[in-house]
């Protein structure tokens, strides 16, 4: 099921950027938990790492989608 693929994927995620410093696996990992079930957490780690890349608009484009999920949980 969908929410159960997305909370081991964001382990897998927080795994490769947390313990193995890993930004290419992390964002890999992270995109996924996207494609099934978008989460905060997500959004805001795939923003980060973005921006810690040095790539502002990739990062822009995640916070943009944050905002979006904000919005829609009003």
Do not use: N
């Not at 099921?1 to 930004?23: F, S």
């Amino acid at each position: 099921d969908g929410t159960r693929g997305a909370r081991l994927w964001g382990m897998v995620a927080r795994l490769a950027r947390e313990r193995l410093r890993d930004a290419e696996r992390a964002i890999q990992a992270y995109g996924r938990v996207v494609a099934l079930e978008p989460t905060t957490e997500a959004l805001e780690a795939l923003a980060k790492l973005h921006l810690d890349r040095g790539e502002p608009a990739r990062a822009a484009e995640w916070l943009e989608r944050r905002l979006e999920q904000a919005r829609g949980a009003e």
